[in-house]
């Protein structure tokens, strides 16, 4: 179940990066199986095909290990390019979410504190308003 989650989150993290409204052809869905390779590859066409995604790669890490790694599809309608596990997408303010799950997780392990000031974890920040040495993670 946590596998198909996250499968999930990181395809709908992708759909704001790449969305387009120009022609579009439907990804071909998968024969059944109940393999999990073709459980993900049945579940992205899926979703590609829902949201008009032209092209993603994904990685499933499972006890910090890859299980699982593909692209899918083409990065751009306008110079199509088959999307491979290298293809770099720009993933804007998603990377947020990211960063604030591990935080949380390390303040779950206690190797930290939400109530920590940020400038003891990032010395190096320096703003003009001496305010921000306040800031708490």
């Not at 989650?5 to 993290?13: A, K, R, S, T």
């Not at 939400?114 to 320096?126: M, S, T």
Request: charged share 20%; hydrophobic share 45%; net charge positive.
């Amino acid at each position: 179940m946590k596998l198909r989650f996250f499968v999930f989150v990181i395809l709908l993290f992708l759909v704001q990066s790449c969305r387009t409204k120009q022609a579009w052809t439907l990804i071909e869905l998968p024969q059944q199986s109940t393999g999990l390779n073709e459980r993900i590859d049945a579940l992205v066409a899926t979703k590609m095909n829902a949201y008009r995604i032209p092209g993603l790669a994904i990685g499933v890490v499972e006890a910090g290990s890859l299980r699982y790694v593909k692209g899918y599809g083409v990065s751009s309608l306008e110079q199509p390019r088959a999307v491979s596990p290298e293809s770099i997408f720009h993933t804007a303010s998603v990377s947020k979410l990211f960063t604030a799950q591990a935080i949380v997780q390390l303040a779950a392990e206690g190797r930290l504190s939400l109530d920590d000031k940020l400038v003891d974890w990032a010395p190096g920040l320096n703003y003009r308003d001496a305010a921000f040495t306040n800031i708490t993670i």
